[in-house]
């Protein structure tokens, strides 16, 4: 079992930078792919990032924006969001998964997600 905790969302104004952060139990947190995804009002959720083994995947929507990494003596795992856009507002998740993966259905364990607002 993994448990993930989000934090770090919040109101932010349009080219503005925000960091996130998701904090993992279990000692065995390396060994997981970690993927970031968002879901805006009346919207399926969608794939942000991923990173594993220090490769790291990005939706073309966010590539150049934003960028995720890890620090698995921390349990750890970070998105860095600059030069938001309003259409970034959504709750953003973490969540954790023994390969890695572009699809949600595809990831295991799940935050409680943090809002970001980003204003124009």
């Known amino acids: 079992q993994v448990q993930l905790v989000e934090s770090g969302g919040g109101l932010v104004q349009a080219g503005g930078s925000l960091r996130l952060s998701c904090a993992a139990s279990?000692?065995?947190?390396?060994?997981?792919?970690m993927g970031w995804f968002r879901q805006a009002p009346g919207k399926e959720r969608e794939f942000v990032g991923t990173?594993?083994?220090?490769?790291?995947v990005y939706a073309d929507i966010v590539k150049g924006r934003f960028t995720i990494s890890r620090d698995n003596a921390k349990n750890t795992v970070y998105l860095q969001m600059n030069s938001l856009k309003p259409e970034d507002t959504a709750i953003y998740y973490c969540?954790?998964?023994?390969?890695?993966?572009?699809?949600?259905?595809?990831?295991?364990?799940w935050g409680q997600g943090t809002q970001v607002t980003v204003s124009s």
């Open positions: 279990g000692r065995t947190f390396s060994i997981y792919a």
């Open positions: 969540a954790a998964s023994l390969g890695m993966h572009f699809s949600a259905n595809q990831y295991d364990y």
């Open positions: 990173i594993s083994s220090g490769i790291t």
